[in-house]
């Protein structure tokens, strides 16, 4: 999907999730700086390349600020996903 497909580009919805369970869900709208801002920051410091990522933030929902806590272990699997684009699973082993 290209930028001028999205219904509204600055307005992407953002979710992470263990396994099935999601435990974060935002929208770019959310971010305290936009995505354009961002990318243009990050390029003054780094060069910026196709399939490059960029983690800027975090919603609600992470392991510390939940109430229990929750911390990834062996064997979980993170599904993050963007919406229109695709999601990206990493499983974790213990070090």
């Keep these: 999907m290209t930028v001028d497909e999205f219904d509204d ?3 992407i919805e953002l979710q992470c999730a263990i396994g099935e369970e999601i435990l974060q869900k935002g929208r770019t ?3 305290l700086f936009g995505v354009p801002a ?9 060069p910026l390349l196709p399939g ?5 933030g975090t919603p609600a929902g992470v ?19 963007v919406s229109g684009i695709g999601e990206l699973r990493q499983t974790f082993i213990s070090a």
């Design 9 to 11: 580009p600055d307005d």
């Design 29 to 31: 709208s959310e971010f």
């Design 38 to 46: 961002l990318i243009e920051g990050l390029s003054r410091v780094t």
């Design 52 to 56: 490059d990522i960029i983690f800027c």
């Design 63 to 81: 392991g510390i600020g939940r109430d229990p806590q929750r911390f990834l272990a062996p064997g979980d699997v993170v599904v993050s996903q």
